[in-house]
């Protein structure tokens, strides 16, 4: 097989030559693939996490409880490291829209826990225990506390990560759906060294049953949430941070963990997801 010799046209060189648009519409590419973040946020996360089982597995112990917390920000502390690297995040908020994607992201994430709480009494299940969420603020140190932990474990701690640095790159080959399931995925595979922490809401749990079934399948819709706030309607991390910590706290304010309020939670999720891909429809991945 043989090549022509002959120039390519001017307009075919320009788009041959231009950069990528990232999914926040910068004209930079973003440089870096997935598999050095996995690698990092798995590896710090999951490297302190196993060394406090080693440790007995205990949060009541400081030492464990320290490295519980070190391997929460995993996620975010891997995007930092390359970003250092010069790997950029793009995932910047534009504030001027903060009147969209703030309601959406403070009311898509205590939606579910909410309607779960006002749905399960009629289906046959106990009402909403709120002494639960006020003995979190007692075990806490007080409001102030348990505002900084929320906000620090969970919000702060994994959305630079995972809709900061991921999330964008997943897009430049996957649709919104694809880029929801893979990273959904990713992200409940991520949790499951907390099942083996005595003193984490996921070992109330326990791995083995259906509660933790339903909290693992839930991060699937719950990453096109965040995909919704963060990129369609412009908010950024700060968005995803927002949704992230409302809708941790409305589920220990409201105490979702019976195994039908989980799936009723669950349900809930899948139902605001299946709605988000409807109106929204999202179209091709971004390049």
Do not use: K
Not at 74 to 91: E, F
Not at 206 to 232: N, Q
Not at 264 to 271: E, Q
């Amino acid at each position: 097989m043989t090549t022509s010799a002959r120039p390519l046209p001017v307009s075919t060189r320009s788009r041959r030559a231009s950069p990528s648009l990232s999914p926040d519409g910068s004209a930079q590419p973003l440089r870096g693939g997935l598999a050095a973040f996995w690698a990092l946020a798995f590896g710090l996360s999951w490297a302190p996490w196993g060394a406090a089982w080693l440790l007995g597995g205990d949060l009541a112990d400081p030492v464990v409880f320290a490295l519980y917390a070190l391997g929460g920000f995993g996620p975010t502390l891997a995007a930092l490291v390359l970003r250092a690297g010069g790997r950029r995040s793009p995932r910047a908020a534009r504030w001027g829209t903060a009147g969209r994607w703030l309601p959406a992201a403070v009311g898509i994430g205590a939606a579910p826990a909410v309607v779960t709480a006002l749905l399960v009494p009629g289906l046959g299940g106990a009402p909403a225990d709120l002494s639960a969420g006020a003995a979190a603020v007692v075990a806490a140190g007080g409001p102030v506390l348990f505002a900084l932990v929320s906000l620090c474990a969970g919000p702060l701690s994994e959305e630079f990560g995972w809709r900061g640095y991921a999330q964008p790159r997943l897009r430049r080959r996957r649709s919104p759906l694809a880029t929801s399931v893979v990273l959904g995925a990713v992200w409940a595979v991520w949790h499951l060294p907390l099942f083996a922490l005595t003193g984490t809401w996921q070992s109330t749990l326990g791995l083995a049953s259906v509660e933790a079934a339903l909290f693992l399948l839930a991060m699937i819709p719950l990453s096109s949430a965040c995909w919704l706030v963060s990129e369609r309607l412009h908010g950024g991390v700060p968005a995803a941070v927002a949704l992230h910590l409302v809708g941790n706290a409305a589920l220990t304010f409201l105490a979702v963990t019976s195994p039908l309020a989980m799936a009723v939670y669950v349900g809930v999720i899948v139902l605001t997801s299946v709605l988000i891909h409807l109106v929204t429809r999202p179209g091709a991945p971004r390049p």
